[in-house]
Nanobody, 122 residues
Framework: QVQLVESGGGLVQAGDSLRLSCAASGGTFSRYVMAWFRQAPGKEREFVGDISSTGSSTTYADSVKGRFTIVRDNAKNTVYLQMNSLSTEDTAVYYC???????????????WGQGTQVTVSS
């Protein structure tokens, strides 16, 4: 059983950057594929990006490609989401998730954090 705790959310202005962290415990972190999802008010939770267990491969949603970067530190059991050039459309609760296989579907991931709020003001 893996526990995931996100941190780093907050209120920023459009154009700013923010880095989210997701700390894992209770499992072998380096075995898991990790992903970030987000959910804006009134919308479904959507895929942001994922990273392979070794960190050698990443995938991003078109809406964040070129602005967001996912990296992981297996020695620290932590995955990060670096977000640059933020816009108001990035406002959402951001969740990290852990699973055994790469995928854009929520069903690909077995463990979820509680989420951290990111609000981007204009």
């Amino acid at each position: 059983q893996v526990q995931l705790v996100e941190s780093g959310g907050g209120l920023v202005q459009a154009g700013d950057s923010l880095r989210l962290s997701c700390a894992a415990s209770g499992g072998t972190f380096s075995r898991y594929v990790m992903a970030w999802f987000r959910q804006a008010p009134g919308k479904e939770r959507e895929f942001v990006g994922d990273i392979s267990s070794t960190g050698s491969s990443t995938t991003y949603a078109d809406s964040v490609k070129g602005r967001f970067t996912i990296v992981r530190d297996n020695a620290k059991n932590t995955v990060y989401l670096q977000m640059n050039s933020l816009s108001t459309e990035d406002t959402a609760v951001y969740y990290c998730a852990a699973g055994w296989a790469i995928g854009r579907s929520r069903r690909a991931y077995d463990y979820w954090g509680q989420g951290t709020q990111v609000t981007v003001s204009s």
